[in-house]
């Protein structure tokens, strides 16, 4: 399929305009100029009425025997209608209701919003709109912090979100109130524009502001990338600050590829040159990073993109990754979980027309009629990788080059203090499902404040303070400490690599707990390692979301918990600590209060049978879900032989079943109390003075 309105809507339009034509070898909006292109398909044409200042083109080539529209989705009829993202979402917002009619709340995405309202309230719905910054890399400047801090508490619930995509999620903002916090952002040199729709995402780079040439160069790339692929019609000024246009300059090389049109990629004379009036099937996420480091999940990306630099460390080009995504339908084995494959190496100059080719590839063939199918990872299921690089080499105008030879992928948090290159140091700080609140957001901002620093936003939901003088290190480091910000070695490490999306109570398509579930769920899981006796810096990697869309990526997770009912989940075991691997589904469900039936045989099986450092999602793979259920489906407890109740913590039968009649009160064993009580005592007493 390709973009722009659809074939009766085509046909309608001809039949009132008598010098219309329809050419039944339509097959997509290209530029006659083509040469390339029209060797290899039958030369294209627009139609353009000559009173009207838009163009028109069919979605689907009208066949010869048929006259019968294609099916599209709702969303893409929509869009058709609503002069390019404005309508009827512009007359929405100036009603008295509390909410906005379907064709807005589908529209509102482009702007960056959804609208939601409190399911955990009875009756009548309390509705309210979460807004989702754009910011590429995650950087955001010391002014936009302490913009959005005050928007929390003055319009929305109090607390800020940090998003795996890098961005600020603001929950709770009435609708009255969206255009004064949609001014208030784009003021503070913020923005919202396409973090949510059917367009490019949020674009992804390390968080970690290290000045060396290779991720200096990512971040540049993955920020040019991010304004090639941003709308140009000017809806979102029009809607939020009257058509005042906030913005700087664009890199002339980001204008220059926007603009060009040799190989056929733009509609011409068109207010939307990449995506015409019908954007793109679905969402399309991007993620730029360099070798070594996977702290973006770079292969869950539509694109992934990775510099390749010289012996030297300078940066010559770039390796493609092609046809990642997480969303699937429960029941369903028609959606999947799937990674990006390569697709090929382009010299560094090429690394805009490069990821323009593979977007305009998508917009022409992505499918419109079923939104669960419209993501690319779908076309290049359907395609195979050759035929797709084929048609994006099409649009690209050249021949990819093989991808070059990479080193193993690690996951980075980056959390801790470390030196930036430049004299100046960055201090990565845990925050627990990136929910910043209370104590936290008070002292964060004082010190963010104070001292005058940019921060950027991980992908793994965490803050990074940046641009920090030595000598500020000692007082920065007490002020966190008082504010509960923990350094990382006092943090648990199953903490440290966890992610949860937001689900309940404001998630419309929330069927289970995430957020709020998941500290008693690590809670759990730690309290479990205890008692199969896996020590305390012992870790894997774990996920949750509340349905299966996958918006905390729990496919790559070596445990994944993916909502499939109230209080009830599906598990996913395989993924690897580096995000390299998808997991697959290991059992549906799963009540959260029998979770420990499931997780107990596979983690001492895990402690007792794994290869010398074997990660937990190797383990899994290595011996088979298979097998693994059968250990499950048979588990009667652990071996008292085996039992890790051995250990002599108890001096004295009284010391015993005093800690015992305690630890039953909190649903605990006497073991894993004591453990709990030795643990934290040794936290709290690091420094020496035990």
């Not at 353009?48 to 529209?69: D, H, L, W």
Request: aromatic residues 10%.
């Amino acid at each position: 399929m390709t973009t722009s309105f659809g074939a009766a809507t085509a046909s309608a339009a001809i039949t009132k305009d008598p010098k219309l034509q329809i050419h039944k070898s339509f097959n997509g909006l290209k530029t006659a100029s083509n040469s390339l292109l029209l060797t290899q398909r039958p030369q294209p044409h627009v139609y353009r009425s000559s009173s009207a200042s838009f163009i028109r083109a069919i979605s689907t080539p009208v066949k010869p025997e048929t006259s019968v529209e294609q099916k599209r989705s709702k969303v893409e009829i929509i869009k058709e209608h609503s002069n390019f993202i404005r309508y009827p979402l512009n007359e929405e917002l100036l009603t008295d209701a509390p909410n906005i009619n379907e064709a807005a709340t589908q529209l509102i995405k482009f702007h960056g919003s959804y609208q939601q309202y409190n399911r955990d309230e009875r009756g009548a719905r309390t509705y309210s709109f979460m807004l989702r910054t754009k910011n590429p890399c995650g950087k955001v400047s010391n002014k936009l912090y302490l913009a959005m801090d005050d928007l929390a508490d003055e319009f929305g619930i109090g607390t800020l979100r940090l998003t795996t995509r890098q961005t600020f999620q603001l929950h709770g903002v009435l609708k009255q109130n969206l255009k004064t916090v949609m001014s208030s952002i784009i003021k503070s040199m913020g923005s919202t524009l396409g973090a949510c729709g059917d367009l490019n995402r949020n674009v992804l780079a390390p968080a970690a502001p290290f000045y060396r040439k290779d991720y200096l160069f990512a971040q540049k790339t993955a920020e040019n990338i991010a304004a090639l692929l941003t709308p140009q019609s000017g809806f979102y000024y029009d809607m939020w600050v009257d058509g005042e246009q906030i913005m700087s300059a664009e890199p002339p090389e980001v204008v220059k590829a926007r603009n060009d049109n040799s190989h056929g990629t733009n509609f011409p004379d068109s207010a939307e040159p990449i995506y015409g009036t019908q954007f793109l099937p679905r969402k399309f996420k991007i993620a730029v990073t360099v070798p070594t480091d996977n702290s973006v999940d770079v292969f869950t990306n539509d694109i992934g993109v990775v510099v390749v630099s010289d012996a030297d460390g300078e940066p010559q080009g770039f390796n493609l990754y092609v046809g990642g995504g997480m969303g699937r339908t429960h029941r369903l084995e028609s959606t999947f979980p799937r990674l990006a494959e390569p697709l090929g190496y382009v010299p560094k100059e090429d690394i805009l027309y490069a990821v323009k080719a593979i977007v305009v590839t998508q917009r022409e063939n992505g499918r419109r009629d079923d939104r669960k199918y419209s993501r690319m990872k779908y076309l290049l299921s359907s395609w195979g990788i050759e035929k797709f690089r084929t048609v994006v080499e099409q649009y690209y105008g050249r021949k990819f080059e093989p991808c070059r030879e990479l080193p193993e992928w690690e996951f980075k948090s980056y959390l801790g203090w470390h030196e930036q290159g430049d004299g100046g140091l960055f201090c990565g700080l845990h925050v627990d499902n990136g929910r910043i609140k209370g104590t936290m957001k008070k002292t964060l901002r004082e010190i963010i404040e104070k001292y005058n620093l940019n921060v950027r936003i991980t992908p793994n939901q965490n803050i990074v303070l940046c641009d920090i003088r030595q000598s500020w290190k000692r007082p920065i480091t007490t002020a966190l400490a008082q504010g509960g910000l923990l350094q990382p070695r006092y943090v648990d490490p199953l903490n440290v690599t966890a992610m949860a999306c937001p689900a309940l109570p404001l998630c419309p398509l929330a069927i289970a707990e995430a957020e709020r579930g998941t500290p008693d769920l690590l809670k759990r899981v730690r309290a479990v390692f205890d008692k199969v006796g896996l020590k305390y810096n012992e870790s894997v990697v774990i996920r949750v979301t509340g349905c299966p869309n996958g918006c905390a990526r729990p496919y790559m997770a070596e445990l994944g918990l993916v909502g499939d009912g109230p209080n009830s989940y599906q598990i996913w075991l395989g993924g690897t600590p580096n995000q390299t691997s998808i997991a697959r589904a290991f059992k549906d469900k799963v009540k959260i209060q029998t979770l420990e039936k499931v997780l107990e045989p596979l983690f001492y099986h895990w402690k007792r049978k794994r290869l010398s450092k074997e990660s937990f999602g190797d383990f899994t793979n290595r011996v088979g879900f298979e097998k693994l259920g059968e250990l499950v489906d048979k588990w009667e407890g652990i071996p008292l032989s085996a039992s890790s109740y051995n250990l002599k913590l108890f001096a004295d039968k009284d010391t015993y079943e005093a800690v015992d009649a305690l630890a039953r009160i909190q649903d605990k064993t006497a073991h894993q109390l004591a453990m709990e009580i030795i643990r934290n005592y040794v936290a709290s007493n690091r420094n020496g003075r035990i």
